[in-house]
């Protein structure tokens, strides 16, 4: 069973940094492309970042510049840095996978991840 696991949230001040991880279990991560994504309440669900399986990055404008996305395919793991944190990245943080020719819409992303909360506030 694909599954993955996220962690790392919590409640963080303005202007502080947190380090997210995506832990894939039942399949190997090297062949899929793996996308962070986040909800707010009352908000659509929307994309953050995404890694390709040979490690081009996306980031959504908003957070260009302060977030970084990376993998270990050896810990079978994905990891969001997430710095200069703002109120307006609070939100529930999830990641999902996408095949690896995927053109990255949002509905080529499975096993989602059950999510990880981030708050920033001060």
């Known amino acids: 069973q694909l599954q993955l696991v996220e962690s790392g949230g919590g409640l963080v001040q303005p202007g502080r940094s947190l380090r997210l991880s995506c832990v894939a279990s039942?399949?190997?991560?090297?062949?899929?492309?793996i996308g962070w994504f986040r909800q707010a309440p009352g908000k659509e669900r929307e994309g953050v970042s995404c890694i390709s399986n040979s490690g081009t990055t996306y980031y959504e404008d908003s957070v260009k510049g302060r977030f970084t996305i990376s993998r270990d395919n050896a810990k079978n793991t994905v990891y969001l840095q997430m710095n200069t944190l703002k109120p307006e990245d609070t939100a529930v943080y999830y990641c999902a996978a996408a095949p690896s020719n995927s053109d990255y819409s949002i509905t080529d992303f499975h096993s989602w991840g059950q999510g990880t909360q981030v708050t920033v506030s001060s």
């Open positions: 039942g399949f190997t991560l090297d062949y899929y492309a």
